[in-house]
């Protein structure tokens, strides 16, 4: 069964920084595409980036474009989300997820997604 734990998130002033983590357990991560998923009160879950199963290729929303950046550590287990240039509407519940097919090149899709994390809470306000 494969498990995914975020951390990082957090209050952040806007224009500042922070990194997600995304902890994988119960598989090895080079089998999967990871994405990058966020939730705003009232709003649907949006994909925000992804990265193939070996790292080759990502993408990103266009919100988002130009300030995240996604990356992987295979060693480790470990996807990040560096996001810089905060904004108030970045504000909202990010989840990290694993590809439903192994060797994926990933997606912005949730449905194309079976493994989540718990999420981790991103509050950008001064």
């Known amino acids: 069964q494969v498990q995914l734990v975020e951390s990082g998130g957090g209050l952040v002033q806007p224009g500042g920084s922070l990194r997600l983590s995304c902890a994988v357990s119960g598989s090895t991560l080079d089998y999967y595409a990871i994405g990058w998923f966020r939730q705003a009160p009232g709003k649907e879950r949006e994909g925000v980036s992804c990265?193939?199963?070996?790292?080759?290729?990502?993408d990103y929303a266009d919100s988002v474009k130009g300030r995240f950046t996604i990356s992987r550590d295979s060693a480790k287990n470990m996807v990040y989300l560096q996001m810089n240039s905060l904004k108030p509407e970045d504000t909202a519940v990010y989840y990290c997820?694993?590809?439903?097919?192994?060797?994926?090149?990933?997606?912005?899709?949730?449905?194309?997604?079976?493994?989540w994390g718990q999420g981790t809470q991103v509050t950008v306000s001064s």
């Open positions: 990265i193939s199963y070996n790292g080759g290729s990502t």
């Open positions: 997820a694993t590809s439903r097919s192994r060797w994926a090149y990933g997606s912005l899709r949730s449905s194309d997604y079976d493994n």
